[in-house]
């Protein structure tokens, strides 16, 4: 597993030092090919802004909304996203790999 870009932790802990709801996201675990490693992370605010990347562009609408649900339930989630699952198409991860993200609110 990859360490996170140390720009996007200091950019969640910016976020949440201003009051702000944010959640953190990262890959935990890739199977084929896929565009981002185990290891990489995206915060994300309340308000959707976002820094970081869990697949280059592909999920991270999807990760966004599930991130501000996280948010107001502070119930964490782990997406699953694949070409195998309906709903990879809808989101764009076309590249034939499977990718699963935690994402969890920061305290």
Not at 16 to 41: I, K, Y
């Amino acid at each position: 597993m990859r360490p996170a870009a140390p720009e996007t932790i200091e950019t969640a802990l910016l976020w949440r030092g201003q009051g702000a709801g944010v959640a953190l996201a990262t890959v935990t675990r890739t199977w084929g090919s896929s565009p981002a490693p185990a290891g990489s992370q995206m915060a994300i605010a309340a308000d959707g802004r976002f820094a970081g990347s869990v697949s280059g562009g592909c999920i991270e609408a999807a990760v966004i909304d599930a991130a501000v649900r996280v948010i107001a339930t502070g119930t964490p989630a782990l997406l699953s996203f694949g070409v195998t699952e309906e709903r990879a198409w809808e989101v764009g991860l076309a590249c034939g790999g499977q990718v699963e993200v935690f994402v969890e609110a920061l305290e």
